[in-house]
């Protein structure tokens, strides 16, 4: 697995490492160790699914308050998605900052998300699909989100959401806590 840093403290771009011969290849997509050895200490609590029937279908940006965050890992098994993360830990160098990738069942390049950060994709194909691995159990009493076109992120969506439920369409403003 290599590992890539962004500009956002503990959130890492992981691309895999083939080994490839005539009948394919072989990739870890998932290690403790090699986590480990890049900052990252995440026990698997959960794997999810989420199935999206067309492009641009926006899910987010979510988050799962203190005491019990969310770090998860992120990976498209099927079609494309742009992936975003804001960083929403008051205090951290880069609060309120985001970060994107286009992550696809070609290019299978994962995000890891610590706690404290709030996550979001879109779709740019139709029939996408992601697994994600998380490191908290869900708490619906702690979910949380910000609005996707919140002013204080300016996250540079490639497309505009053509798909989006109630609940993530309305997020108040964000109110920053310095
Ligand atoms: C996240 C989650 C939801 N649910 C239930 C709650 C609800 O009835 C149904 C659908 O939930 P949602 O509408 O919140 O699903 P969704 O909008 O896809 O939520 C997800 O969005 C992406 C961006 C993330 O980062 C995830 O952590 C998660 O927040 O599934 C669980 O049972 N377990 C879970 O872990």
Same mark, same amino acid.
């Given at each position: ?63 799962? *308050? +203190?005491? !019990? ?7 498209? #098994?099927?079609?494309? $998605?742009?992936?975003?993360? %804001?960083?929403?830990?008051?205090g951290s160098p880069t609060y309120c900052q985001w970060t ?42 702690? *979910? +949380?989100? !910000? ?7 300016? #996250?540079?969506?490639? $497309?505009?959401?053509?798909? %989006? ?14």
């Amino acid at each position: 697995m290599k590992f890539t840093k962004t500009n956002i403290a503990g959130v890492d771009l992981i691309e895999l490492e083939t080994h490839e011969d005539n009948r394919g290849f072989f990739a870890r997509s998932f290690c403790v160790d090699e986590l480990g050895d890049n900052g990252h200490d995440f026990a698997v609590h959960q794997a999810n699914l989420s199935f999206n029937h067309h492009a641009g279908t926006l899910r987010g940006m979510h988050y799962q *308050a +203190a005491p !019990v965050g969310d770090p998860k890992i992120v990976r498209c #098994i099927a079609g494309r $998605i742009f992936d975003v993360v %804001i960083d929403l830990r008051a205090g951290s160098p880069t609060y309120c900052q985001w970060t994107g990738a286009e992550l696809s069942a070609q290019n299978r390049k994962s995000f890891i998300i610590p706690e404290g950060c709030a996550h979001g994709f879109i779709t740019l194909d139709d029939n996408s699909e992601v697994m994600y691995l998380m490191g908290a159990p869900f708490e619906a009493n702690l *979910a +949380a989100g !910000v609005r996707w076109n919140d002013p204080a992120f300016a #996250i540079d969506w490639p $497309i505009t959401p053509s798909l %989006i439920n109630d609940r993530d369409a309305n997020y108040p403003d964000y109110e920053r806590q310095e």
